[in-house]
């Protein structure tokens, strides 16, 4: 194979209590990207579309992913990347992530996977370190493993997958405000309590309890976070009113995508998630600020190749 | 039923990176009890072996808890208690935990269980309470529901069995110096930073995925602890060399059991348990300290009747 064409997918990081270790990715929210083997060493980024980002490679997040991928190849030649955004930098669902996924995972099918998983999964951190200054791994894992994956630790790297309840839907909300993942992080503090901190890992375990069992309800009670969201809840609009209303609708629980502004919710079944939707969009229309509203299954696959 | 003789188990709380919410029962190390259905109302304790302990009903542990499971129950009548102690007050395997756990499932029992395993240990956490001033959860849980359970919240009280990998054995060392729960919790600090956070919450996602996949690799990379460890092991004589020595010998992890003195270590295998056991053996014996060590499989159920 010379060519592939793939689905990128969006990813929700900060999953509540899981803040820097837990994400999702989205089934049918992502962007494309085709990566072509070319015989000159080196990343030609050659096309991006749907938005206005750096073709140079070193400026570019699924270049620089790509280089570190080279890096650690023994492959002598190079690829081309073609990049289709459907993902908004700044949206708070992974757009970076998507491309420093895609790229990696793109050539590692091209050259027949002599990576791993957790080891593309670090060249895409250099990607994620391009867009943010940090290299994270809580959108970058579940964008090539697919699901709900934890990042146990980052030295060394343990990424776990966590499986996923099959009527588990996620309804995003983007208000078109651009929160920073750097700002975003400015503003967090850097102690907590030990009762905020009992609770927080209270409901982590009882998270992946839910998510190991389908226990939807569980899913739901632990589905908090009282460290970082009262903190940068303060940056999203109407975020209290929205997270109330969808749990009064039928939501299981909702918190921030990511460092922001994105306001997710999970729902059991596709229509509630619906529903949770056209609440949400009752509360934004209200506020004169423009927004995307995304409904989607969480994706059993990461990166994947699509024909 | 008139009269019933249980098996009481001792318990580790604070299972590492779950401090505060996640323990397990130990199958057979234990105390026993026996309650008797009387005509004449309120709780009497009528008789207390292997260790010197209150025989006031107000003033004991199983009384408390026994009078608050019958201020819940429309039972008119009484009970009489028999407390056949085993496990060591203050040797930081839930004493108190399985005397209180005992007296309120022997008496649901013997009134056809009227109450759930999470009402149950509402009303053993008074007897915790006497002992140790805060009414935890974390002792008594897993003594009344057995393996591994889990604390999520304490408002609403909301307890989560965890199961237990079938080769899972614990060894546990107490070394014979009393530390009070009470005195414990003082030295504990306030507060934690983030990135020790994020670290716990991360095990703590770990642990509970390697218990329900019985990943025994990644239950022993999960049981680290950031925040309470580092303090509270200091209480301890050898600490870092047990816990050091035992993960050289082959067990999957080790911490503090409880607010200590003891130590557990977790091991695949009865065998692998008994050689940690012999581990530890060898590193006390030069302290000069008197020990009891403990080589036990998880239980798989909490108090039980045995004939």
Request: some cysteine; hydrophobic content about 40%; aromatic content about 6%.
């Amino acid at each position: 194979m010379e060519e592939i064409q793939l689905f990128c997918p969006a990813t929700i990081a900060n999953v509540s209590c899981g803040f820097d270790v837990l994400g999702l990715a989205l089934a049918s929210v992502g962007d494309t990207m085709i990566i072509r083997k070319k015989k000159k060493p080196g990343i030609t980024i050659t096309k991006i579309t749907g938005q206005d980002l750096p073709l140079a490679t070193e400026n570019n997040v699924a270049g620089v992913a790509g280089l570190a991928f080279l890096e650690a190849s023994d492959y002598h030649g190079g690829f081309e990347i073609e990049i289709h955004k459907k993902i908004k930098p700044g949206s708070g669902i992974g757009s970076s992530a998507a491309s420093a996924a895609g790229a990696v995972v793109g050539m590692n099918i091209l050259l027949d996977n002599p990576f791993n998983f957790t080891q593309l999964t670090t060249f895409a951190m250099q990607g994620e370190k391009l867009a943010s200054n940090v290299a994270h791994a809580d959108n970058v894992a579940p964008a090539i493993f697919g699901g709900f994956t934890l990042v146990r630790s980052y030295s060394p790297l343990d990424i776990i997958p966590i499986p996923t309840p099959t009527e588990l839907y996620a309804t995003v909300v983007h208000p078109q405000i651009e929160v920073k993942t750097s700002d975003s992080r400015k503003i967090l503090k850097n102690t907590f309590t030990l009762s905020q901190g009992i609770k927080q890992w209270g409901n982590m375990g009882g998270l992946v309890a839910g998510l190991y069992t389908s226990d939807y309800n569980l899913i739901g009670r632990s589905l908090e976070d009282h460290i970082i969201e009262p903190i940068r809840s303060i940056l999203i609009p109407e975020f209290k009113k929205v997270t109330d209303s969808v749990k009064e609708t039928g939501a299981l629980g909702a918190g921030i995508s990511g460092s922001g502004p994105s306001i997710f919710a999970l729902s059991k079944g596709k229509e509630m998630a619906k529903q949770v939707a056209e609440t949400i969009k009752t509360i934004y229309s209200k506020t004169g600020i423009d927004f995307d509203i995304h409904v989607s299954k969480i994706a059993s696959s990461g990166v994947h190749k699509i024909s």
